[in-house]
């Protein structure tokens, strides 16, 4: 099992910036690539950002990219998401997720082993 807590979320206006950390427990933080989603009311979970084990390879959604940068620190079991420029069509409910490390980067909520209980997200315009 792996244990997954965000953090950092909150009220922001619009054009500012917010870091979520989410902290790994349970195993291997290193085996796991690791995803960050969101889900605005009404609307289905989305994908955001995915680093993988190694931080080799990092895909965004096209609707982040250029304003949201993943990374992720191994020896702190973290991975981070710092997001910039924010926007009201930001706000959401932001979840990490992690799934077991793989060759090919994986967009799909429903591919991921363990999630984390999600961290608010609000921009004011």
């Known amino acids: 099992q792996v244990q997954l807590v965000e953090s950092g979320g909150g009220l922001v206006q619009a054009g500012g910036s917010l870091r979520l950390s989410c902290a790994a427990s349970?195993?291997?933080?290193?085996?796991?690539?690791m995803g960050w989603f969101r889900q605005a009311p009404g609307k289905e979970r989305e994908f955001v950002a995915v680093?993988?084990?190694?931080?080799?390879?990092?895909r965004y959604a096209d609707s982040v990219k250029g304003r949201f940068t993943i990374s992720r620190d191994n020896a702190k079991n973290t991975v981070y998401l710092q997001m910039s420029s924010l926007q009201p069509e930001d706000t959401a409910v932001y979840y990490c997720?992690?799934?077991?490390?793989?060759?090919?980067?994986?967009?799909?909520?429903?591919?991921?082993?363990?999630w984390g209980q999600g961290t608010q997200v609000t921009v004011s315009s």
């Open positions: 349970g195993r291997t933080f290193s085996n796991y690539d």
């Open positions: 997720a992690a799934v077991a490390r793989r060759d090919y980067i994986l967009r799909a909520a429903a591919g991921y082993d363990y």
């Open positions: 680093i993988t084990w190694y931080s080799g390879w990092i």
